[in-house]
């Protein structure tokens, strides 16, 4: 009697497994299509993802290879064809640390062919974008300075070399922004604030070069 209903307990397990386990194939059964999609889905974003710093590694090299070309172009005198290839490193490359490199280029470009707007703007989509190189951000400021001098706006670009000064106050081309900042406040006729940057200029670099420079500017510029 007793073996008998161990036998029966046994069994009773057996069929319990046989219905989880029919249970568990019909529910495989029933929802197949979910389980290979998200199969389907895991495979996709491991592939996506070797994909994308593969193709990211690529774009980085394609942009590299067309800035250079365009670097090459803007040596060689051809400076329209070096700001399409610029341009186009621009637009199709966006995200790439070249294109910061590119946007400064396309302001000097500009510059150089006194097409000072396009320069401005261009200088002003670098300021815009980028914030770390604090030498760039000073460059592109006098970069915008130069242009308004070049085109009559001398209070404007004075500020702008104000600004490329205290954009970056220990770098290596503060005299140069220091002695723009003062001619252009002479060409605009304010003598006292000129003088400000005489004070300044012969204070930081007595006895060289730049000082006896700004000293020569404005003796001439103030009497005129």
Not at 196 to 217: G, H, K, P, Q, S
């Amino acid at each position: 009697m007793y073996g008998r209903t161990k036998l029966t307990k046994r069994q009773m397990k057996e069929d319990k497994f046989t219905v989880f386990m029919l249970n568990a194939k019909n529910q495989v059964l029933d929802n197949w299509q979910y389980l290979v999609v998200g199969l389907v889905v895991v495979i996709l974003v491991v592939t996506g993802t070797v994909y994308y710093f593969n193709s990211r590694q690529a774009q980085k090299q394609e942009a590299a290879s067309k800035f250079a070309r365009a670097l090459m172009d803007y040596r060689a005198g051809n400076n329209q064809v070096a700001i399409m290839g610029l341009n186009q490193v621009v637009e199709e490359y966006g995200g790439d640390e070249v294109v910061e490199q590119a946007i400064l280029l396309l302001g000097n470009i500009n510059y150089e062919i006194r097409n000072y707007p396009e320069a401005i703007r261009y200088f002003e989509l670098y300021l815009s974008k980028y914030r770390k190189s604090r030498f760039n951000r000073a460059a592109a400021l006098a970069g915008i300075a130069s242009s308004l001098e070049n085109q009559g706006q001398y209070r404007e670009a004075a500020e702008k070399f104000v600004a490329a000064y205290n954009e970056y106050p220990n770098g290596p081309l503060i005299g140069d922004y220091q002695i723009s900042a003062m001619r252009n406040f002479l060409e605009g006729g304010e003598v006292d604030q000129a003088k400000t940057y005489l004070e300044l200029i012969t204070n930081e670099f007595d006895d060289t070069d730049l000082a006896d420079r700004a000293v020569r500017l404005f003796s001439e510029k103030s009497r005129s």
